[in-house]
């Protein structure tokens, strides 16, 4: 089946404390982009990546890293959470772009206390 | 600037009923538009999308979304509302459409909600 997969589901976790959150896709797609999900604020828009190690700043980048070393996986990474960081996190993945339609992964609820 | 609204939080219909769900966009040239639902705990899925052609565009379970370029609308319509169809509906617009590293902006969202 088609999909992408996001782990984990859902995160507790301290000021400070490294985490990362794994996403894999196994459509063969070149694009894959990080989402917020904030109420009243929709879908904001935090890094992308247009293939393997090409990576770009999206909306709200401050506070998280990405890498792309393979085409299939694009991992979000926090250094340093702060509750500000508190979220609903999607990744998705497309053929070459958003304009061919995202498949988004199940999301991963943080929270950061 | 560029942007996308949605201008309900909530739409209540009767199961049965038809059902709009309103979006309009402030973007220049000719977007590509598109419409997301995401069920409970459930990602964002695609339901269609307008791109050129036809205002009238059909896509997943039923809905269709009429693109009126006077009034940069793109409203997503149903003719008879299902209780199934309950989720919370986006709204997007890619402003340079056909780009690989086009942009896209989501709407706030819009709970449908549908009453037996």
């Known amino acids: 089946e088609a999909q992408v997969t996001q782990n984990p589901r859902y995160l507790i976790t301290v000021t400070g404390k490294k985490l990362t959150v794994t996403c894999s896709q196994n459509?063969?797609?070149?694009?894959m982009s990080w989402y917020r999900q904030d109420p009243g604020l929709g879908l904001r828009q935090i890094y992308y990546?247009?293939?393997?190690?090409?990576?770009d700043k999206g909306d709200v980048p401050e506070g998280y890293k990405v890498s792309r070393k393979e085409k299939r996986n694009f991992p979000l990474i926090l250094e340093s959470p702060s509750p500000n960081q508190t979220s609903l996190y999607f990744c998705?993945?497309?053929?070459?772009?958003?304009?061919?339609?995202?498949?988004f992964g199940s999301g991963t609820r943080l929270t950061v206390v | 600037a560029q942007s996308v609204a949605q201008p309900e939080d909530q739409v209540n219909v009767a199961e049965g009923n038809p059902l709009t769900v309103k979006c309009t966009y402030s973007?220049?040239?000719?977007?590509?538009l598109f419409w997301y639902v995401q069920y409970p705990n459930r990602g964002l899925q695609f339901l269609l999308k307008?791109?050129?052609?036809?205002?009238l565009v059909k896509g997943s379970y039923g809905f269709e979304a009429e693109f009126n370029k006077s009034q940069t609308s793109f409203h997503l319509k149903k003719p008879s509302a299902l209780v199934s169809d309950s989720a919370l509906y986006f709204c997007a617009v890619s402003p340079r459409g056909g780009s690989s590293a086009s942009k896209i902006i989501f709407g706030s969202g819009t709970r449908l909600s549908i009453r037996p």
């Open positions: 973007v220049s040239g000719n977007p590509y």
């Open positions: 459509m063969n797609h070149e694009y």
């Open positions: 998705a993945s497309s053929l070459q772009g958003p304009d061919y339609g995202y498949t």
């Open positions: 307008y791109i050129t052609g036809d205002n």
């Open positions: 990546s247009m293939n393997v190690e090409v990576t």
